[in-house]
Each structure stands twice: as structure tokens, then as C-alpha cells.
């Protein structure tokens, strides 16, 4: 008998366990497998394929402990300390909001403005774990990018994501600390990008779900949940060269809204375009050419 097969739970019944524990909707399903996956080290097929597999106790109770967590609510993305996006898997913590698919869109528009061989200067405004900034300078190796947040701690993953992902001798990246563009040189860069808080103070979402569990300070921006936009807007016009683009991810309610603060702030060339779901999800502005 292999040293494996003598104290060990075989994999169909620790998986009964789990939707024992977790219930058995698409999420739960898919929150079980992904868990049981980090542990085991199994993918879904091969989950699927071999029932029979013998999970070591020291692997079955990492399991069972992880499914307790999440049955109490925690996201996946912090059990397993990692949450894809783009091209990579990112390390999140409690320190960072677990990024989105929808902000993948955030990416790909800001790529559409950068030719391939175009050398420029990017901000990424409210990096958190550093996933758009990563993403970029991943993509175009000849921009510099910029990533800042004001929390030292999300920096400090974002560090660890870049010496993952790229490596920190990588020349076209760097983070700094400090509130949104209040670092940057006037007129520095070309481009800001920014996926900001956004979330209404009193909405009632904060207290449901994965959101009760990531930071506050990456999710709420005043009553409105507009205060951030205004910000970075304001700075933004000092920070960007003339022609510099401004792109935002918003909540799907306040894209007339975000429109409007950049129309005021003088931006041009102010468009919207929607997630896969149909919602709007991101507007961008122009800083004007000429003044
Ligand atoms: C919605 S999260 C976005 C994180 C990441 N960019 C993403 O898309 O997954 C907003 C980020 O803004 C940061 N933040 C909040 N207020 C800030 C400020 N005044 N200056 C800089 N960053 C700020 C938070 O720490 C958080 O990391």
C-alpha cells in the first residue's frame, strides 16, 4: 500500500462534504471545486474524472478547513490568497479588493490607445493589488507605468504580483504611495487610468456577500459614490499632457454622472462603452490638444 493510500479520504466523499457544507447552486459548485483545486492540486476534470483519488488527512483537512471559511462567508479569492485577471493569477489579500472580470475591460481599452510601439507614460490611480498597471506594462514592455494607492499594504502585494509576474528589475514599472495624482508632475503623463472606489456610503450591498470582507477604503467614495471621481477628475487635468486620455471604471448606475464631472472638467471626446453583461461600465475623456 502507498504511504498516500493509508490514511486518506477518498475524493468523492470529501466533494460530499463540501456541498454538504456549501450547498449545491452553479457559485457553490464552482467555489468547491476551485477550493478543493488549490489544495489537491487536481483541476476540475481531472476532479471530475477521478473520484476515487486518495486525498491525504493533511490535505482533506486544509480542504475542510477552507470550505468551514467560505461556509462563513469569506471569498474564495482570500482563502486561496489568488484571484485570476488578464493574463496572470494575482495574489490578493484582505488589504486588496479581489479584482473583476469587468475590469479586464478597463485594460483592454487602454491598450486599444496605446499602439504597440508607442512609448508613453501610464497612471494607474488606486492600483491595489496592482492588476491593471501589471497588465499594462506586461502588454507594453516600452510604456513606464505608474501604480498608486495610498495603502502601503495593498503596495506591498502589488510588489510581490510584479516580482511574480515580471520581475522587479522590470524598468517600466514602478509604484508610488500617496492620494491619487497628488504625486505626478503636471503635465507627465498621457495616460490615467483608474478603477476607483465608487460604492454609495449607505448602499446596502456593502453588508452582503464577498464585499462585507474587502477593505472599505477600496470600495466607498461619499454619499454618492462620487467623491474619488471628482478628485482624480481635478487632478487629472493638471497631471495629463495635452491630448492625455482619462479612462474610468464605474458602477453601472453613474455613467451619465462621471460623463458629466468630465464634460465640466473641460475633457473631450467623452465616450461610454458597456461589460458583457450590457451595463455601462466604463467612460473615458480627452484632455483637450490645445488649451
Ligand atoms: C476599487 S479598488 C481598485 C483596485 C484595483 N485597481 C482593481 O481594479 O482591482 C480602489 C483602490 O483605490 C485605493 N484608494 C482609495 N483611496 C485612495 C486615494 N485617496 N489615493 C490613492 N488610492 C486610493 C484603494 O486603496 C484601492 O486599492
Keep these: 500500500m502507498k504511504p498516500s493510500e493509508i490514511e486518506s479520504t477518498r475524493l468523492l466523499a470529501l466533494l460530499a462534504e463540501g456541498r454538504a457544507l456549501l450547498g449545491v447552486d452553479t457559485d457553490a459548485r464552482i467555489d468547491l471545486r476551485v ?17 476515487d483519488y486518495p486525498v491525504t488527512s493533511e490535505v482533506a483537512e486544509c480542504v475542510r478547513a477552507a470550505l468551514q471559511r467560505r461556509a462563513q462567508g469569506e471569498p474564495v479569492a482570500y482563502i486561496t490568497g489568488q484571484r485570476s485577471f488578464w493574463r496572470h493569477e494575482f495574489l490578493v489579500t484582505p488589504a486588496t479588493l479581489i479584482p473583476r472580470p469587468e475590469t479586464e475591460h478597463l485594460v483592454e481599452w487602454a491598450l486599444e490607445k496605446i499602439p504597440q510601439n508607442l512609448c508613453c507614460t501610464v497612471v494607474d490611480l488606486g492600483t491595489g493589488s496592482g492588476v491593471i498597471a501589471l497588465s499594462l506594462a506586461f502588454e507594453r514592455p516600452q510604456v513606464l507605468v505608474l501604480g498608486c494607492d495610498f495603502s502601503a499594504t495593498a503596495l506591498n502585494v502589488a510588489q510581490a504580483n510584479q516580482s511574480r509576474i515580471l520581475s522587479m528589475k522590470s524598468r517600466n ?48 467614495a461619499g454619499e454618492a459614490g ?14 495629463l499632457k495635452l491630448g492625455g486620455w482619462l479612462l474610468f471604471e464605474h458602477g453601472h448606475a453613474q455613467a451619465e454622472l462621471v460623463q458629466d464631472l468630465l464634460d465640466q472638467a ?26
Design 35 to 51: 477550493l478543493v483545486e488549490h489544495y489537491t492540486g487536481l483541476t476540475r476534470t481531472q476532479q471530475l474524472m477521478d473520484a
Design 173 to 220: 514599472l514602478c509604484w508610488i504611495r500617496g492620494s491619487w495624482a497628488q504625486m505626478i508632475a503636471p503635465q507627465s503623463v498621457d495616460m490615467i487610468v483608474s478603477n476607483p472606489p465608487y460604492i454609495c456610503a449607505d448602499d446596502p450591498h456593502l453588508s452582503q456577500g464577498d464585499v462585507r470582507f474587502e477593505p472599505i477604503s477600496a470600495l466607498v
Design 226 to 239: 462620487l467623491d474619488d471621481y471628482r478628485l482624480i477628475i481635478n487632478q487629472a487635468q493638471y497631471a
Design 266 to 291: 473641460g475633457f473631450v471626446a467623452i465616450e461610454t462603452r458597456q461589460d458583457l453583461a450590457g451595463h455601462p461600465r466604463n467612460t473615458i475623456g480627452q484632455k483637450p490638444e490645445s488649451i
